[in-house]
């Protein structure tokens, strides 16, 4: 029992308490103060609000930098590896600039989302110059590109408007960054451009979003070194390659131990990993990137020669790249000095798991006699113009798909780099540009170098030079993309709206809607060609944009359509311009698209309410008294 207490033994209590605590918060050590400001629980808002309470803990939050370093570190953790341990930086400030560019990106996308989504129809289109106002930020590259990554990493469901235009910006940014090191490595001796860099650069170029360097492709390619060296070791320990390091180039000068490492090379690289020549698959694009060609063990002619030349130098043998017609090949010198004789060089076929090939037997392998010019050695810029070639092939080759467009953009981007006064591939740049009514200032630009370079051109220039004016001023006058409502009478007959995932009757694919027509609004040849005139209802049904799950972007007829049975996500590149987010029964417009269907979004919830929500509803009555409704799950509204 609890034993009762007199005023005057209260009174002492008080006491105790009141000298207990005489002491404030800010008469702590510093150091415990900055533990406690440390506390993950604590925001950059919090530690704001606190350094303004006092004198004494504002001197905490800012005289060391380890708050303000706490705070940064903790909200961006992959910009680590940018500061040096042993040097002092003004924390609080790098935050404010990190917190400044997160604000400013997203301004940006937003502003980008809106003019974009006006100016350019769906299939197969590129981006112009809308982000070099990323350029002019003023902001630290690498916080541009850490907020890029940010956004690109959360919720994949979420902010699908905002990763859209973050991975465009993206691209572009790094793109610019290879170019500048691509003009840079131009720029050295010829003695200092390494086939294997310049190799990595085009692959970086091509492919800006994946994790290619060339630290990880030499680190690759260390490691078949080591492989090559092992298989070696048995065949002769004494093996002058065997005593040389990582990172060692000495020359093996006898030509018979040379034949020992180019043997040991082939047994590795081709038996031992199974490397080979991608025979099947010839004009994929992913044949000429470094990074592809070491995962998939395939590749093309000249992107296995320039790693089996790679290796080879690491090694201790010097092997020259030779730009053969159509079969590009390595030439290895027979005699101690450099030869003009043909005959002097054995030829190595790296497509060909490494044959070795006399002059004779390489015209053999084409099938058509060629003069000796063919067998000389070229530099590594005509080597990197043949690569980039090739890729600019494959993407004329293309189906007008935005892959296709897109390689060949960058494919142009790249080979105008190299040789920036061919007149051929200008001219091929600005029709491509013209043609995607993209960048018409650069259009005007490329025309103008065109003409002074080649005044003969001036028929192709001055009709190219018009049309590029009009569309400026067609620009300059847009006409505001026409707002459809349901409502409206003509509209009837309009079934499905903007966001619904649909499965296409007959042939099966599902797709999400992002447009649609009261009746089809294609030209009649178009309506000729996919006979539309067979279908039941004809032309004269509402037809609806869809963007399917394999990547195209088609228009189809109502009476093919259905709401799929169960919702799923579409992986398709554009998404994320026309929705903002996927709620697991459909797409939710993004304000640009719904500007366009004001009434759909209303129209898209009570449908995906009466479709799966309704349905949920009926199984859950159907189960009778013995459902236990205490566990069950509310519906996602």
């Known amino acids: 029992m609890a034993t009762p207490c007199n005023g005057e033994r209260l009174s002492g209590t008080n006491s105790v308490i009141s000298e207990g605590y005489v002491k404030k918060l800010t008469d702590l050590p510093t150091e415990l103060l900055e533990y406690i400001l440390c506390f993950p629980v604590l925001n950059h808002i919090d530690i704001s609000n606190v350094s303004c309470c006092c004198k004494r803990l504002h001197e905490v939050c800012h005289s060391s930098g380890k708050v303000w370093g706490h705070q940064y570190k903790l909200r961006w953790p992959r910009l680590q590896k940018l500061y040096r341990q042993n040097e002092s930086y003004d924390w609080q400030q790098e935050f404010r600039t990190r917190l400044r560019v997160c604000l400013q990106i997203q301004r940006t996308v937003v502003s980008i989302s809106k003019r974009f989504f006006a100016e350019v129809p769906c299939v197969g289109q590129v981006l112009g110059d809308s982000f070099t106002e990323i350029e002019s930020l003023g902001a630290p ?3 541009c590109e850490d907020e890029l990554l940010s956004i690109l990493n959360s919720d994949r469901r979420k902010s699908l408007t905002l990763k859209y235009y973050a991975k465009k910006i993206l691209y572009f940014l790094r793109q610019q960054n290879i170019l500048r090191s691509l003009k840079g490595f131009l720029e050295r001796p010829p003695e200092q451009q390494l086939a294997l860099e310049g190799a990595v650069l085009v692959d970086q170029y091509c492919n800006p979003l994946a994790d290619v360097t060339l630290e990880g492709i030499s680190a690759q390619l260390d490691d078949i070194t080591e492989k090559v060296k092992k298989y070696l070791r048995v065949k002769n320990a004494s093996h002058p390659s065997l005593r040389s390091a990582q990172g060692d180039c000495v020359l093996v000068q006898d030509f018979e131990l040379q034949r020992q490492v180019l043997c040991a090379l082939n047994a590795v690289l081709y038996e031992q990993l199974q490397f ?12 000429s990137y470094l990074h592809q060609v070491l995962l998939r063990r395939t590749g093309i002619p000249i992107s296995l020669s320039v790693l089996y030349m790679t290796l080879a130098r690491k090694l201790g043998v010097l092997l020259e790249p030779v730009n ?9 010198c027979q005699r101690r000095t450099s030869s003009d004789n043909i ?7 790296a497509f060909g798991k490494g044959k070795q090939l006399t002059a004779k037997e390489c015209e053999y392998l084409i099938r058509q006699q060629v003069t000796a010019d063919y067998y000389n050695s070229i ?5 990197l113009l043949r690569m980039v070639g090739n890729l600019l092939n494959i993407g004329k080759r293309g189906e007008g798909s935005e892959k296709s467009y897109q390689l060949l953009r960058d494919s142009l981007d790249l080979y105008l780099t190299i040789d920036p006064d061919n007149v051929q591939y200008l001219l091929l740049q600005a029709r491509l540009y013209f043609h995607l009514g ?66 296409h009757k007959r042939s099966g694919y599902n797709c999400v809607v992002y447009g649609w027509d009261p009746k089809c609004s294609m030209s009649p040849e178009w309506i000729a060609t996919m006979r539309v005139h067979q279908l039941t209802h004809g032309a004269n049904q509402p037809f609806y944009n869809v963007l399917v799950q394999d990547g195209t972007c088609r228009y189809a007829a109502q009476e093919n359509l259905e709401p799929h049975s169960a919702p ?4 398709h590149p554009e998404v994320g311009r026309y929705f903002s987010d996927f709620s697991d029964t459909h797409y939710v417009a993004n304000e640009e698209l719904q500007s366009h269907y004001p009434e759909d979004v209303a129209e898209t919830q009570r449908a995906v309410q009466e479709l799966y929500h309704s349905h949920s509803l009926d199984s859950g009555h159907a189960a009778g008294s013995n459902t236990d409704h205490s566990a069950m799950t509310p519906l996602t509204p």
């Open 141 to 143: 590259e690498h916080f």
């Open 276 to 287: 080979k020549g991608n025979e099947r698959d010839y004009y994929n694009p992913k044949n």
């Open 343 to 349: 005959y002097d060089y054995v030829y190595i076929d």
């Open 438 to 503: 993209i960048w018409p200032e650069k259009v005007l630009d490329i025309l103008q170098h065109i003409q002074a370079l080649d005044p003969s051109q001036h028929g192709a220039v001055g009709y190219l030079v018009q049309h590029t004016l009009e569309h400026i001023q067609h620009k300059r006058h847009a006409v505001e993309h026409e707002v459809k409502r349901r409502s409206a009478p003509e509209h009837s007959q309009v079934q499905y709206s903007v966001g619904l995932i649909m499965k």
């Open 379 to 383: 530099s590594t810029t005509e080597l």
């Open 568 to 571: 799923l996500e579409i992986s």
């Open 324 to 332: 053969f017609p159509n079969h590009f090949l390595l030439r290895w």
